[in-house]
């Protein structure tokens, strides 16, 4: 080989020497590249799994404090409901609230507040639910008072505030509860013993005076002033017989009574009891006195306070009426009741007879003429019964609608013609336009041994056994009434319903409905502003301008109609379309705000023929409109405010 081929061998040789040695440079250069990247996947890898830990961790933590959340509204030592603002219906709370109100969770859930809240508190709770409504306030604290099934009240202080949640469609709100009974009782009693302490302190109707051996050896001038002497040395002297009468009321002399009195306050310490005391002028009156012996001087004397209880006396007669008898109706009262069952309930006035009587269609007078009316009828019912019954029969109310007739030594047959003349002259009373119902049931005692407790139940249980097919009579009749009140109290108005129930069943018939749903639609454009029967007549015939009072007032119809007509069985679903026949179509309707195929059908054609007849209609403020004008109005408005399709 000669030297030029080996220099090239050698010089590929290097070459390749070279080549080798780059590529291994560059294969451990990849091989770190690798590794980092291996390290950074893994350092990611790590970060993704403690991420994915974290994450469980935090929803072990939210389940856990969802629980807590949970357990701290079921445990909450106040009560706690969820209600819709719309109607007032509660559709959850909390075992505390169940609890304030006496009832089970399940019969709770669905009623609406109105219904377990005291009628006189009711007013004062949906005004300011209305301005927490309205915005105006952020919520409210009242004290109110819930009716337990039992009739019996507890007094509550509440704190009510909106939420930002919806249910069906209404803001939520929010009502926690504190049951406040025993320190109302405690405040009333506080009260009654202040109004004590100051009449003690004033010493403007005690009288003190200080006795030795009976006689008054010293007196202040309250004293003087309560016997009628116009100076202290008159009394001065005298023992306390000779500033009595002879005798007192239990026929005992004074002066005996007197000595025995000293004697038990000298051995007891004390002593309080009742005395009549004449003052100069002749005149006697009763008073309380405390008397104690004390030392004065080294002297064993009496202390004497006196106090006037005339007042108290005549008051005590007063309030004995008053817890027998109902203040409403001037009929007796429960109680009276109660005891008068358990006094003739012996062998000489069998039979005894129980009548039970219910007044039909209270609450619907109430809801559509207000309380005032209701309770006229209450009165007017009583009076009634009164009327119908003889001189020693006992009637009491026992509270709401309900009365009860006493009838001793009275069968059947005599209970049915006293029960037959009291509905004669029922027949003939009204209130307002309104005629009067009441349902009757009894039952004869005639058997010493008969349970008086069962003879009572089964003339409740007949009493409702009537009312079932007499009350929805009464309650249609009712109905009536209230259509012609309000259209009394605005001509237009009847004018605009008329012509609105005839449109609608021009609308039916146009649209192919069947006679029956024809039928219903006239009925329902009767209906449709049956709620204003309890706006004011001076808003509904007002010829200017509705002022915003005014007309939030106005909008309130629509719910009052709903309320007058679910109280009627056959009448429910019309009372919904009356509900919503103020809905819009773009949903800026009151009173639920519901918008497109949420507004029923009926609804929907109310609100057209409405408008149409509004507009077609004669106005204070403008002359009726063409009906072409009325008719271009409403394509205009389809799909904003009346409906897009059928």
């Known amino acids: 080989m000669d030297n030029n081929s080996l220099f090239t061998v050698i010089s590929l040789l290097a070459l390749l020497f070279y080549i080798l040695v780059r590529l291994i440079s560059n294969f451990r250069h990849k091989n770190e590249e690798l590794q ?34 949970r357990t701290m509204f079921e445990q909450a030592p ?23 109100v006496g009832r089970e969770i399940e019969e709770t859930v669905g009623i609406d507040w109105m219904s377990i809240t005291h009628p006189d508190d009711v007013q004062g709770n949906l ?28 007094w509550a202080k509440i704190t009510v505030a909106t939420l930002n949640l919806e249910y069906e469609g209404s803001i939520s709100e929010i009502c926690m509860v504190e049951d406040i009974t025993e320190q109302k009782l ?100 009763p008073v309380e006195i405390m008397l ?78 207000g309380h005032a009316m209701g309770d006229e009828l209450l009165k007017k019912v009583g009076q009634v019964i009164v009327r119908g019954c003889r001189g020693d029969d006992i009637i009491a109310r026992l509270g709401g609608d309900e009365f ?25 009373e009204t209130i307002g336009s309104i005629e009067i119902s009441i349902s009757f049931g009894w039952e004869t005692k005639i058997d010493r041994e008969e349970d008086i407790r069962e ?57 192919g409905l069947p006679e029956g749903e024809v039928e219903e639609l006239k009925t329902v454009g009767l209906l449709h502003d049956i709620g204003k029967v309890a706006i004011e007549e001076t808003t509904l015939n007002k010829t200017g301008a509705l002022t915003e009072d005014e007309w939030q007032d106005i909008k309130r119809h629509p719910e009052i109609g709903y309320r007058i007509l679910s109280t009627v069985n056959d009448m429910a679903e019309i009372a919904e379309y009356i509900l919503y ?10 009173p639920r705000g519901l918008k497109g195929e949420e507004i029923p059908f009926q609804s929907r054609i109310i609100a057209i023929v409405d408008a149409f007849d509004a507009m077609t209609s004669e106005r204070s403020y403008r002359s009726a409109l063409p009906e072409e004008v009325a008719i271009e109005e409403l394509l205009k408005n389809s799909g904003i405010q009346l409906i897009l399709k059928w």
């Open 404 to 428: 009860v007739i006493l009838l001793p030594k009275t069968d059947t047959n005599e209970t049915e013609q006293i029960v037959k003349r009291i509905k004669e002259n029922a027949l003939k």
């Open 36 to 69: 980092a990247y291996i390290q950074q996947v893994t350092a990611t890898q790590e970060e993704l799994r403690l991420q994915y830990n974290q994450n469980v961790e935090n929803e072990k933590k939210l389940i856990i404090s969802e629980e807590k959340f």
């Open 186 to 285: 405690n405040e009333d009693a506080l009260k009654s013993s202040e109004y004590t302490f100051r009449r003690l302190f004033e010493g403007s109707s005690d009288a003190i005076l200080l006795l030795e051996n009976y006689k008054v050896i010293d007196c202040n001038p309250a004293a003087i002033e309560f016997l009628g002497y116009d100076s202290k040395g008159k009394i001065v002297g005298k023992t306390t017989w000779e500033l009595s009468p002879e005798r007192q009321p239990d026929g005992i002399s004074s002066m005996e009574k007197a000595m025995d009195i000293n004697k038990y306050a000298q051995n007891n310490g004390k002593y309080k009891f009742e005395w009549w005391l004449r003052k100069e002028n002749g005149i006697e009156f």
């Open 581 to 590: 026949h103020h809905e819009r179509w773009n949903g800026h309707g009151y």
């Open 455 to 511: 003879i009572l139940k089964k003339a409740e249980d007949y009493m409702y056994k009537r009312k079932l097919y007499e009350s929805p009579s009464m309650r249609g009749k009712t109905i009536n009434a209230i259509i012609r009140t309000l259209h009394e109290k605005n001509k237009r108005e009847e004018q605009h319903s008329h012509r609105v129930s005839a449109l609608c069943e021009c609308m039916g018939k146009a649209l």
């Open 127 to 154: 005004k300011n639910s209305v301005l927490v409504n309205d915005k105006k306030i952020k919520g409210f604290n009242m004290s109110k008072r819930y009716i337990k099934p039992d009739g019996s009240v507890v």
């Open 292 to 369: 104690t012996p004390i030392l004065l001087n080294g002297k064993q004397v009496s202390h004497a306070i006196w106090r006037d209880v005339s007042e108290r006396k005549l008051l005590e007669q007063k309030l004995e009426y008053l817890s027998y008898k109902d203040v409403l109706t001037g009929l007796y009262n429960r109680r009276f009741f109660e005891e008068e069952l358990k006094r003739l309930n012996v062998q000489r006035n069998l039979p005894l007879t129980i009548v039970m009587a219910d007044v039909n269609g209270l609450k619907l007078i109430n809801d559509s003429f």
């Open 78 to 100: 106040l009560g706690i409901a969820l209600s819709d603002t719309l109607t007032g219906k509660l559709y959850q709370i909390n075992p505390k609230f169940a609890e304030i």
